[in-house]
């Protein structure tokens, strides 16, 4: 009984969650503009989507933009993360996470609004004509700072559990700290550097808050493409869009799931062997 | 050796550090300077003291979203309860199912549920019904709700999951039945990953300014719609006043729970 009870509940809170979803990607096939009436299936709003020359320059934008602000917060963070865990004093490093986590912890919007005034500033005291002629930078600063946090955040807890042996062992035979860094312990701590990478990247993919508060006018993401679109009546368009980028996060999901999964497979099988 | 060593670890975090001070704390500065600054650039304290209009508006936000709070919460702990004992295969595919969602734009996930829930969307359609729901606080809190789920159920799971086995078998050895072992056991272990989410789903309740566009169907504003909308109309002393106040009284928020959360751990290792 109580068994049945919970499953009933699950069902039920996934499918609330999820009828808005899939609801959203049936009528992007729909023969009509309507979005309550599903009249018949046709492809024409993907063909209309794939035909609009703004949709492929925001989704490369996007990309751009996601992969540069992921890399620079990663080498960043990673330097940082080695950086913060030196520290001897204990106050400096309550100073530096407490400062580095305010994006984290601040309002989307704060943090945009700050970041839009400070650009503001910047184009006024170094007398930019055009900020658009300095609006892709104003965005991979602004990604690669709500990004840091994260990147942080998941390779200090790695560099943490290492300690110092290796190191030591590394720079007793022979190493140069650098060396050591680069040989020893980098390779050591890769699945945080790794995952704090992939969760920037995803973050940059997604922000509309940030984004809308600092892109100039020639620069629009995928994100303030939706925003333009729904600001309109809606045409299904935006649902092919939609329909798209959650096909393509859910066959990305599945995938880095699978092989995660088979890793710890192998995993254990090897540890079977051994014993 | 030693020397060269620390060199390098100093040089190891200084991007980092360059680059907080430069694009963290410089940008919050001057919110500062603008929140007390007027248009010509003179100091003075008349956004501040032009606040008190904003005052419902605070209000509003913060009951509408402490609501939505709450309701994830009830909603999300049995969710989180039920995930975190059900079989570790099952477990897996209910995480995956949770995150999906979370990945989905939150402009999409708000846009789907304004169009089912609207006027002429599909509800009223399939119900033959003309009821009106966007426009209504009601049709806000659920869209903070439904957009903002998992990131109350997730900590909670991780939290519960955590938790060792053995501590329902003591418990209820000693005598406690079901409900006393979540209510006095599970629940008050659990207490750093209640945390988590309520403050995950908070701030972006209360700073959300799609949200109130879409369901809110421009009848009533957020705290988040007037600050955009000062930036927009190019007003940025008040919009820059309104947002620190805003962002004081969450950090300061934030720290309170954190405090509490910590002395909870304490309290456990003790």
Redesign the interface.
Known sequence: MKKYASRIYLCLVFAILYIPILTLILFSFNKTESTANFVGFSFQWYIKLFSDQNAFLALRNTLILAVSSSLLSTVIGTAAAEGIYRMKSKWIKKAVSSVTNIPMMNPDIVTGVSFMLFFAAVVAILRIEDYDSIGFFAMLIAHTTFCLPYVILSVLPRINELGESLTEAALDLGCTPVQAFFKVKLPNIMPGVISGLVMAFTLSLDDFVISYFVSPSNFQTLPLLIYSMTKKTVKPDMYALSTIIIITVFTLLIISNIKSSKKTNTGKKKNGGRK | MKK???V??????????F??IL??????I??IF?AFTDDSGAFSFDNILSLGEYVPIFVLSLELSVIATFICLL?GY??AY??ARAKPEHQ?I?V??????M???????T???M??L?D???L??ILGTSMHIVGTKGAVIFGMV?DF??YMVLPIYTCVSKIDKHMWEAASDLGCNTFQVITKVIFPLSMSGVISGVTMVL??S??T??ISQ?LGGGTFELI?DT??RQ?VTGA?NV??AI?LV??IL??IS?GIMNRFSEEDEGGIIV
Do not use: C, Q
């Not at chain 2, 390098?8 to 550090?17: D, S």
């Not at chain 2, 694009?23 to 919050?28: A, G, N, Q, Y």
């Not at chain 2, 995956?96 to 969602?101: N, Q």
């Not at chain 2, 990945?103 to 996930?109: D, E, P, S």
């Open positions: 060269k060593r620390s390098m670890h100093a040089i190891a975090a200084a991007p980092h550090i680059w907080a694009f963290i704390i410089l940008p919050l001057i919110v603008y909603i049995p969710l039920i995930m897996k209910f995956m199912l949770l995150m999906l969602p990945w989905t734009n939150l402009l999409i996930r846009y789907s549920i169009a089912i609207d002429g969307g599909l009223n359609t439904y789920l998992p701030v972006p209360i700073s300014f799609y879409k988040g600050i955009e930036f940025y919009g820059g947002s805003m962002m969450i950090l934030i």
